[in-house]
């Protein structure tokens, strides 16, 4: 098996490429920076010559589309460049793959995002109703168009993940966990202030582990059905506000919690969770970690990336 990833220096990106290291498939990864690592080439998905070339030399049996921006906050101040990077980066590489003759199957990643902020509070599943609420969901939803006419026109079996909030080990600043983690470990350290500083608190959400999210990749890239989609989640809701306090239960050293107004995103989900019965009954996935053992994981990973020698409680 070879598998072909984009974005794969990414915080999805490089936990996938772990494991499908240990599942002993052969990887090239792609990214617009390249990397240090044998596996990893530069390669940015918008421009299509260079796509074409990796994609007709290593011939993948496997592609996992991870590559695109992914901030929803970030795609309000600079809607263009999520249209184009997402939107047509997809293009380009189903084009690449159509111009090669190279029949792959591919997973599409696109995101909970797309489902916007539903009326009530029932578990989503993926017959709900499409409507977001930010440029970077409706460039999602786009780009399972895009992939669903591919399929229909020529036949490139796509399959399409839709993760809901996933955390974990590697994950930048920016996100909400690792936000958190962040502020709580440089206070471990004497660099901080005492407090950790927040948003909106209330939306309740559905926060899976990166480990688990990219094991239902690689099992719905292998096993999925082409033409659908899939919800990738716990299944459980959980606020900001109780995020925020199991991740200050695990600090080694007493905070207070302080209102950023700059954290407050201008648009809100109040309550999004998913339903996974899909996936459990296609292909019997079901989460492994709790998200208890998520924000151990990530402040570990942060007092290790920050320099602390801490030992957690």
Same mark, same amino acid.
């Given at each position: 098996? $070879? ?61 996992? +589309? ?7 906050? +970030? ?60 440029? /970077? ?16 026109? /020529? ?14 080990? &590697? ?45 239902? /990749? ?30 200050? %239960? ?12 700059? $954290?407050? %995103?201008? /648009? ?5 969770? &998913? ?27 942060? %007092? ?10």
């Amino acid at each position: 098996m $070879k598998a072909l990833i984009t974005g794969s220096t990414g915080f999805a990106g490089t936990h996938l490429i772990a494991l499908l290291a240990q599942s002993g498939c052969r990887t090239l990864g792609l990214s617009r920076c390249g990397s240090s690592q044998g596996s990893e080439e530069s390669c940015d998905v918008l421009d299509f010559d260079s796509l074409l070339s990796h994609v007709c030399r290593f011939r993948p049996d496997l592609v996992f +589309h991870l590559a695109g921006l992914s901030m929803p906050s +970030h795609s309000l101040q600079d809607p263009r460049n999520h249209y184009i990077v997402n939107v047509q980066g997809t293009v380009n590489l189903l084009e690449a793959l159509r111009v090669s003759g190279v029949r792959a199957r591919v997973l599409l990643v696109s995101s909970s995002e797309i489902y916007g902020n539903p009326e009530t509070p029932e578990p989503i599943n993926e017959s709900a109703t499409i409507a977001p609420l930010n440029p /970077y969901g409706s460039s999602k939803w786009l780009s399972e168009k895009i992939g669903l006419q591919f399929l229909k026109n /020529y036949e490139i079996p796509v399959i399409i993940a839709r993760p809901f909030n996933h955390a974990g080990t &590697g994950q930048k600043e920016g996100f909400v966990l690792a936000d958190f983690s962040r502020q709580i470990v440089l206070n471990e350290l004497g660099q901080g202030d005492g407090i950790v500083w927040v948003g909106n608190l209330e939306p309740v959400l559905d926060f899976v582990d990166a480990r688990d999210v990219v094991r239902a /990749y690689h099992d719905l890239a292998v096993s999925g059905t082409p033409g659908e989609a899939y919800n990738i989640c716990s299944g459980k809701g959980t606020s900001i506000q109780e995020l925020l306090e199991m991740a200050l %239960r695990c600090s080694t050293v007493p905070l207070q919690v302080g209102r950023d107004d700059r $954290k407050w %995103r201008p /648009y809100g989900k109040s309550h999004i969770v &998913g339903d996974f019965r899909k996936l459990n009954q296609a292909l019997r996935w079901t989460p492994r970690y709790s998200l208890r053992e998520t924000v151990e994981n990530t402040l570990n990973w942060w %007092r290790e990336i920050l320099g602390a020698r801490i030992d957690p409680k």
